[in-house]
């Protein structure tokens, strides 16, 4: 392969701490060299940067990819065209599948997966629990031993204390995150909307944001009895978030992410009935939302994922109670993140840190670093070009974004995957 | 018990393994003395044991299982106690379910009462069968490394071997899943692991507890294929043990659960026999010593 250099770009790894311009040489794949003051190698194909952002690739800790048992709505060679033209070059695959990915060898197969797409790494959660069903511990050693990053029953709450303690004990012994849906599962039954005057007035079965408060208290109480470790996926409310941060503060091992439609959009964004801006959690009250960008900012969020949910367009032709929650994410992940450094809301290097080495750090991986020798996943970006999302036109199947019709600033102009170019 | 106490009993018990090997009784000793096992769970292994051991010191024994007690027909343990003073019985041999039931009988009673498994609490006479067959090996139980692996949290035998031996001076440890071990265990002086390989490393004494199947319907572990894989006793993990480390099991075993063939088999390192037959000598002794005293006390 010949050498690649990257020439007049804003070097951005928020794991090094490095923001500085220089240059960036690619050589069989891996990172040999960055900074200031290093010859051209002859022969290098150079791209010219213009002053637009290198950073690493972006790690996506929570998506769905529809394979196995969902390809209708996604396969994982579509979700990794999505997410190569959102930068993303490292994914966790949620295991709530048909069937779950409850075997070593469903685990060994989704990483192959990702690997035929050679554009994308598939980090594949594993179910915590037989079939997501929340009734019986999952083989949850041979299971991270196939190479399960960690487990979780995706979209599906651990309901059962009991269970949960189960399972946060036993994979202490394997060195394993387990992630939690944080929602109360019998508060929030059949709910389609975040309770409040909005839902009111729509007439929408509502779901209390305690759902949520009330899981999180209720899981961190029982990490202080087990040990291990815990993580909550998309938290969308301050008083959820006010609770990890206390935990934070006593020491406990517990991290948690949030999704850019909980930072992006409140409840308004529902409307009048669009179900593409039905999600799960809901979106919540703007009170919630500005709590949530507070916790970027102070550090109480380890992680912005997609929580990439692709749907069919006959999932979310019904009436709004009757639609699938859910959205895609992919290709928005990093221009809606950016929307809060134009906003002035987190610095650059915090925004990257939350798409790279936090999620990195979460599912203790390696990916998500400029380090010199690793792999050469890249991702380029013109921090303020402009572009207006629009449903029908994003890369990838599935097209439900509640993002719809959204002005952004911030494009992805390459993604490198192994120092090949994946996008643009 | 005090370490001198219990060296009394391993000396006496191994004063009756020699007697047992060499085909002489002492049918004299206990003339006379009514045993009854009164055992309210199955246990085949523990009640021959002391069977045989009352037999062969002349004892007449009775068996009583709860198949065939008052207690399916509705009577209390103390209504049981009752009946079993009434008959004057002189040694009592109780297994039960619950942990402490045998403690309560032994209030009710005159009789001496020897615990031979109570619930998740204590399997005394298990410990002592374990001490014994270690120290013959070893000639020693001070400053060896033990560790004892699997189920400690529903393991009476675990409990029993861990107060005994951290008497004598062992290192113990505990080694398996944190779902399967109890809550403060290393208040008891052992040291956790949930590293089979690790918790072995540089171990005298392996020491395999009984994986009961119950386990997995309570769903405590997963698949008995993942409980093999990272703390099923095979050759591979042993090898992290010391070379010379001997390998122990009270029985009776799930092959291919908690412990590989070869491994339980392992002529030179399994003493899986010897701890059988020791069994009988241990319960010997501490039916002789307990016959003794309550003589003294008559």
Redesign the interface.
Known sequence: MTDLIFENVRLLDPAAGLDMAGALLVRDGRIADLGRGFGRPEGARVIDGDGAVLCPGLVDMRAEVGEPGGEYRETIASAAVAAAAGGITTLAALPDTKPAIDDPALVRHLRARGEETGSLTILPYAAAT?GCRG????????LR?AGAVAFTDGARAIGSAR?MR?IL??A??FGARVVQHPEEPTLAEGGAATSGELATRLGLPAIHPAAEALMVARDLRLLRM???ALHFAHVSTGEALGLIRAAKTDGLDVTCDTAPPYFDLNETAIGNFRTYAKLSPPLRAEEDRLAVVAALADGTIDAIASDHQPRDADDKRLPFAQAAAGGVGLATLLAVTLAQVHGGAIPLARALGLLTAGPSKVLGVKAGTLAKGAPADLCLFDLDAAWQVEAGELPGRAQNTPFDGRALEGRVIGTWKAGRRVFG | MHPPEIESVLDLAESYALLNRSGKTQRDLLRGRTLINLFFEDSTRTRTSFELAGKRLGADVINMSVSTSSVNKGETLLDTAATLNAMNCDLLVVRHGDSGAPALLARKVDAAVINAGDGTHEHPTQALLDALTIRRRRGRLEGLTVAICGDVLHSRVARSNIFLLSAMGSRVRVIGPPTLMPAEVTRLGVEVFHDMREGLEGCDIVMMLRLQKERMTRGLIPSFREFFRFYGLDAEKLAFAKPDALVMHPGPMNRGVEIASDVADDPIRSLIKEQVEMGVAVRMAVLDMLARRNQRND
């Open positions: 037989k009734e019986e511990l999952a083989e949850l050693g041979l031993e269970m189960l004990s036993y202490k012994a087990t040990g291990g």
